[in-house]
């Protein structure tokens, strides 16, 4: 399976916790991060633009978001991409995807990149990204309820 993810959702994804902008969302938005935290086959493309967590987004305006400035979501998606040293287009593996997230973004680089979100303010994202979880143990597993409703 291959799912079109914009590069800043990698990072949405470390601090998601059930919570979303619609019930819709957030079924779509769990299942997506299950397959990015679980060690099975999906490979992930990195886009520039509305993409697979998007889809089920009330915000979603043509080829836009509406919430807050599409083209700070852009930049914000630029920034991701410049630290993971990454291209549009990329196509990783989940497990090569988290590795390289882990490694190349620090919360404080998570902290500049997102500034002005709202989701940041809760410091899921930040507290996601800090347990940094050991290669032997799965991240899924390891961030328990987070994927409850």
Request: aromatic letters at 8%.
């Amino acid at each position: 399976m291959r799912v079109r993810l914009r590069p800043h959702h990698l990072l949405c994804f470390f601090g998601f916790r059930g919570l979303g902008y619609s019930p819709a969302f957030v079924d779509n938005m769990t299942r997506l991060a299950g397959l990015f935290f679980s060690r099975g086959r999906a490979s992930f493309e990195l886009v520039l633009g509305p993409d697979d967590v998007c889809a089920a987004c009330p915000h979603l305006k043509g080829k836009g978001c509406s919430n807050g400035s599409d083209a700070a979501v852009r930049a914000r998606d630029r920034a991701v991409l410049g630290l993971l040293r990454l291209k549009t287009r990329s196509r990783l593996g989940a497990t090569a995807l988290r590795k390289r997230v882990l490694k190349c973004v620090s919360v404080e680089e998570l902290r500049r990149v997102c500034t002005g979100c709202g989701w940041l303010a809760r410091g899921y994202c930040e507290e996601g990204l800090a347990r940094r979880p050991s290669q032997s143990n799965s991240l899924l597993t390891s961030l328990g309820t987070s994927f409850s409703k």
